[in-house]
């Protein structure tokens, strides 16, 4: 009985490995339905689609301005992966954060928050149903958690989505990613793009 539970807790702890190996960057062989049109508010007011980003690469990050530290942690690394990438592989990518809390995050919140972590990061905003359907295109989870009034927490996906310049989804990049392994990812992907398209 002993040496059965001993090989079922082994393969429990590979599934859990692998998974969260595969959590770390995703697949980037064939075509995953994530991504498709919105229509958002950028921190400007002025009114913003999918398809303002053509032509260039994105990084695209869904979180909440009242994030106490993962949002600001996840966009410190965005904004510090943005400037590497650009330093040693001369590749402007256009940082990108999607509001998942319409209720507080105005067009001034966003600006004020965006403004904190690079001069190129923009931000967008929009009303309940729209920010639903940009979640539901990249399937981002996302739900409000210990609503006390207006103080509350949203809980939400932590991924960083790589967007070609035709706004299609390349690759997803996680949580445990470090600013290195999510600059040389990305210039990676790019890289293998550039000679698939040549």
Not at 129 to 145: L, S, W
Request: proline share 4%; aromatic share 10%.
């Amino acid at each position: 009985m002993t040496r059965k539970r001993n090989v079922i807790l082994k393969v429990d702890y590979y599934e859990i490995n692998s998974a969260s190996n595969a959590v770390k960057q995703g697949p980037s062989a064939g075509k995953a339905a994530i991504g498709g049109p919105f229509n958002l508010v950028n921190h400007d007011g002025k009114s913003v689609t999918d398809r303002d980003f053509l032509g260039k690469w994105t990084l695209i990050y869904f979180g909440f301005t009242h994030c106490p530290d993962i949002c600001p942690d996840e966009l410190q690394k965005l904004a510090a992966a943005v400037d590497k990438i650009k330093e040693k592989a001369g590749i402007e990518i256009i940082p990108v954060f999607i509001s998942v809390d319409p209720e507080r995050d105005t067009v001034e919140q966003v600006r004020e928050y965006v403004r904190e972590f690079h001069p190129n990061l923009i931000g967008l905003t929009g009303n309940a149903e729209e920010i639903k359907k940009a979640a539901r295109a990249y399937r981002v989870y996302y739900m409000k958690t210990d609503e006390e009034g207006s103080d509350y927490l949203v809980d939400h996906s932590i991924i960083m989505y790589l967007m070609d310049p035709n706004m299609e989804f390349v690759k997803f990049f996680g949580k445990n990613n470090d600013v290195d392994t999510l600059a040389d990812g990305v210039i990676n992907e790019i890289k293998q793009y550039k000679k698939v398209k040549a």
